[in-house]
């Protein structure tokens, strides 16, 4: 299902940005710019893979002029998986001159048995009892040897 929708987020990506006009923003000149023309420098961490969100904002990145992408870097999970499927998605942008870095992995959290306890609609707050084996709680079985 990973590779599914990597796969998904690429190919949207990648037809978004090649649909997409090359255009400049209108922006408000800044009086505390030093010079309007250049690019702002950035480098992105994200967590493309999951959905198709990262891999619009990169596709965004890419084509924007107001931005110089020093290099794009990988977040969460299986790190490793996630910078080939942005390296993927770069070559296919023909952006092969945008670092690509591997994040340090995450390992998935461990599952710790949890404790469901019932709660009622009453009152919340108020402790509820453990039920005690008794007659009634008896498996017919059991009560059926006892006779």
Known sequence: MFRLNAILACTLGFAILLSAPASKAQ???SPAAPDKNSPEKVIIDTDIGDDIDDAFAVALA???????????????GDTETRAKVLDRF???????DV????????????RSPSVVTPRTTASPSRPIPTPSPSSSTRSAATRANSR
């Open 27 to 29: 922006s408000v000149a």
């Open 99 to 110: 670092p690509v870095a591997a994040g340090t992995p995450t390992p998935p959290k461990a």
């Open 90 to 96: 770069l070559a296919e942008a023909g952006r092969q």
């Open 62 to 76: 890419l084509r924007s002029p107001e931005l110089q992408i020093l290099g794009i870097t990988t977040t969460f």
